[in-house]
């Protein structure tokens, strides 16, 4: 067996369910779950016809690249939303179709990372838990950036030394961030490009809440922007993923696209040749429809305002906790330890969040995630204000 998966942390999910294995909830108050990332607004009509009209493809074998008309409907629009210029992105080679990025995130790694002594994948902490692991099954070691209250919930990448950044070989982003829901600025994006070219290291920008934001006109901007804004030649070491699970309600379609660097997407079409990872044709031509339609994304985003605006006013100043730049969820600071929170939340209220430690790691001694839990206000506006009427209650 490969010694490498003994290195798997739990996923937070079953360390959530060992937590709270002894609770009994109060059987007079309904359940409400504030834990799982999984979008419950429904599915745009746009993409189900389109879907159910492309069945027949199955009958036919895709390959690695997608269709042609996939990419260019990609291209589309990430000139649209980043204002990437027709002449800027060559859909045969800057954009690869993914099945979700959860998998292309991982498998990326396989790809980039060289198995050298000491080699590196730094990525931010509290963090999506599969960074991790596909830093520890391409042979390299996970190098966390703490994500401070002190630093706006950013690392603080002045603080990384240039020994680091040598042995960086993959740097993963994530913006807006899961948990925290802050958005990276383009000047530091900027830098980061900066350092990728002089410590030659690849960036990897998990985009994929890019477009759940409350503030219609300050979306969040992206890596292949900030290259495009710095004249970077080909999107250099940049490679971006975006996902329609998040911006179209649509997670059970697996539908995602990686985008950027010429060189590193070839590489990694050739890996993904072998990995077998390709998107059924029913699903690349729903996609064609999902990345071509703005107005469900407006909409998907309204009603994540109202439930923000409303769970925020009901918990006021019980609650030390701002409204994210990005994401769907929230990251408040408490006044007790997170796994205690979490515990009496769910005995007295018959609410679940994942605390905070679960999703980040200690270093120095110190969990940024301590004393933070995570909620994610996917539910309807209805049971987001209950609970938050519930948190309220108990925080009383
Ligand atoms: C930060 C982050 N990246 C990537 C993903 C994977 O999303 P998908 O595989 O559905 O595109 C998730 C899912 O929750 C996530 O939170």
Request: some cysteine.
């Amino acid at each position: 067996m490969n010694p490498d998966l003994n290195r798997l942390q739990p996923y937070p999910f079953e360390k959530l369910a060992a937590l709270v294995a002894d609770i009994r909830p109060p059987e007079g108050l309904a359940p409400i779950a504030l834990t799982i990332g999984e979008p419950k607004h429904p599915v745009p009509r746009i993409i189900l016809e389109s879907y159910q009209g492309a069945l027949e493809e199955i009958g036919q074998y895709p390959n690695t690249l997608g269709k042609p008309e996939l990419r260019h409907a990609i291209a589309g629009w990430l000139g649209r939303r980043f204002g990437i210029a027709e002449d800027e992105i060559d859909p045969d080679r800057h954009i690869l179709p993914v099945s979700g990025t959860r998998e292309a995130l991982f498998a990326f790694a396989q790809t980039i990372v060289e198995r050298r002594p000491n080699a590196k994948v730094l990525m931010p902490n509290p963090c999506y838990q599969i960074y991790e692991g596909a830093a520890l099954l391409a042979g390299a070691s996970p190098h966390y950036l703490a994500c401070t209250d002190d630093n706006g919930l950013l690392p603080d990448f002045d603080a990384v030394s240039d020994a680091v950044w040598n042995d960086c070989q993959l740097l993963y982003l994530c913006s807006p961030g899961n948990p925290t829901g802050a958005v990276m600025p383009v000047e530091t994006l900027q830098k980061l490009i900066g350092l990728a070219q002089q410590h030659d290291f690849i960036i990897a920008s998990d985009e994929c809440y890019s477009e759940i934001y409350l503030d219609e006109a300050r979306p969040p901007p992206g890596l292949l922007q900030a290259a495009s804004a710095m004249g970077l030649q080909g999107f250099d070491r940049c490679v971006v993923f975006h996902s329609l699970s998040k911006r179209s309600n649509v997670p059970g379609i697996r539908s995602g696209f990686v985008a950027g660097d010429a060189a590193a997407l070839e590489a990694f079409r050739r890996y993904r040749t072998y990995h077998g990872c390709t998107m059924s044709p029913a699903v690349q031509t729903a996609s064609i429809a999902a990345w071509n339609d703005e107005l469900h994304v407006q909409e998907n985003r309204s009603l994540y305002r109202r439930k923000f605006e409303a769970f925020l006013e009901i918990t006021g100043d019980m609650l030390d906790c701002q409204a994210p730049d990005g994401s769907f969820y929230l990251w408040p600071r408490l006044p007790m330890d997170d796994c205690e929170f979490t515990r009496r939340l769910l005995r007295e209220q018959n609410v679940r969040v994942v605390p905070g430690s679960f999703l980040s790691r200690e270093v120095g001694g110190h969990n940024p995630g301590q004393n933070h839990v995570r909620m994610s206000l996917v539910a309807s506006v209805e049971e987001c204000t209950e609970a938050a009427r519930r948190i309220r209650a108990l925080l009383a």
